[in-house]
Nanobody, 124 residues
Framework: QVQLVESGGGLMQAGGSLRLSCAAS????????MGWFRQAPGKEREFVAA????????YYTDSVKGRFTISRNNAKNTLYLQMNSLRSEDTAVYYC?????????????????WGQGTQVTVSS
């Protein structure tokens, strides 16, 4: 079992940057694909980015490509999301998630464990 705890959210002006972190418990973090999802008020949870456990292949939703970077440090059992050029539409609760699968990582149902989320608010 994996427990996930996000941190790094906050209030930022449009155009600014934030880095989210997700600390994972357990000794098998490196064997999980990891993802970031977000949920804005009144909207469904949506995929943001993912990174495979094997080759570290990364995937992004179109709206964040070129602005967000997902990475992982297996030695520290930590997942990151560097968010640059933030926009008001990035405002949401951001969740990290762990998957035992290494495919179809854009779908929430592929993930087995979820964190509690961290709020990101971008003011325009």
């Amino acid at each position: 079992q994996v427990q996930l705890v996000e941190s790094g959210g906050g209030l930022m002006q449009a155009g600014g940057s934030l880095r989210l972190s997700c600390a994972a418990s357990g000794r098998t973090f490196s064997r999980y694909a990891m993802g970031w999802f977000r949920q804005a008020p009144g909207k469904e949870r949506e995929f943001v980015a993912a990174i495979s456990w094997s080759l570290g292949t990364t995937y992004y939703t179109d709206s964040v490509k070129g602005r967000f970077t997902i990475s992982r440090n297996n030695a520290k059992n930590t997942l990151y999301l560097q968010m640059n050029s933030l926009r008001s539409e990035d405002t949401a609760v951001y969740y990290c998630a762990a998957s035992t699968s290494n495919s179809d990582l854009g779908f929430a149902f592929k993930y087995d464990y979820w964190g509690q989320g961290t709020q990101v608010t971008v003011s325009s």
